[in-house]
T-cell receptor
Framework: EAQVTQNPRYLITVTGKKLTVTCSQN?????MSWYRQDPGLGLRQIYY???????DKGDVPEGYKVSRKEKRNFPLILESPSPNQTSLYFC????????????FGQGTRLTVV | QKEVEQNSGPLSVPEGAIASLNCTYS??????FFWYRQYSGKSPELIMS????GDKEDGRFTAQLNKASQYVSLLIRDSQPSDSATYLC?????????FGQGTELSVKP
């Protein structure tokens, strides 16, 4: 089954404790991205990757890191989480830049206390 | 001006009616357009994509695109309570997918 898999689904952590949210897709998609969704602000892109070893900042990259060492995986790293990063996070993948029909992971609800 | 604008709603329609959702975008260079449905707490799910002017129908859903006026709309015929969700308009602006804030639709039995 074609899918985008995120883990964990729910996470409560404390300020400053490094964490990683994993994302994996099995559709051989080139393009992957991370979004956060907050009430009243909609979906905002954090980082994106056009292919292996090619990543770039989205609209709200501060406080986040990503890597793309393999085509299928695109982890999101919070080196020192803060309460303002409490949000619902989605990973998405699409075939490439031209065909951007995006498929989303199940979401990760992160709470930073 | 936001790049992709939608009325936040809520839009309330009775069961069986036609729900009409609208979206405008600012960049004339935008090339492809999408409608996603998102149930509360769930991930967005692609329901329609449209690439050229005119109408595209898929079951009870019809997407309409007018590039000259820079708007895209979604019609849902014979609305069902299970259609109650937030509908997100998304626009491919030069390779980047830009989302509107979404319109909340409520279908009353």
């Amino acid at each position: 089954e074609a899918q985008v898999t995120q883990n964990p689904r729910y996470l409560i952590t404390v300020t400053g404790k490094k964490l990683t949210v994993t994302c994996s897709q099995n559709m051989n998609h080139e393009y992957m991205s991370w979004y956060r969704q907050d009430p009243g602000l909609g979906l905002r892109q954090i980082y994106y990757s056009m292919n292996v070893e090619v990543t770039d900042k989205g609209d709200v990259p501060e406080g986040y890191k990503v890597s793309r060492k393999e085509k299928r995986n695109f982890p999101l790293i919070l080196e020192s989480p803060s309460p303002n990063q409490t949000s619902l996070y989605f990973c998405a993948s699409s075939f490439n830049l031209k065909n951007t029909e995006a498929f989303f992971g199940q979401g990760t609800r992160l709470t930073v206390v | 001006q936001k790049e992709v604008e939608q009325n936040s709603g809520p839009l309330s329609v009775p069961e069986g009616a036609i729900a009409s959702l609208n979206c405008t975008y600012s960049d004339r260079g935008s090339q492809s357009f999408f409608w996603y449905r998102q149930y509360s707490g769930k991930s967005p799910e692609l329901i329609m994509s449209i690439y050229s002017n005119g109408d595209k129908e898929d079951g009870r859903f019809t997407a309409q695109l007018n590039k000259a006026s820079q708007y895209v709309s979604l019609l849902i015929r014979d609305s069902q309570p299970s259609d109650s969700a937030t509908y997100l308009c998304a626009v491919n602006r030069r390779g980047k997918l830009i989302f509107g804030q979404g319109t909340e639709l409520s279908v009353k039995p």
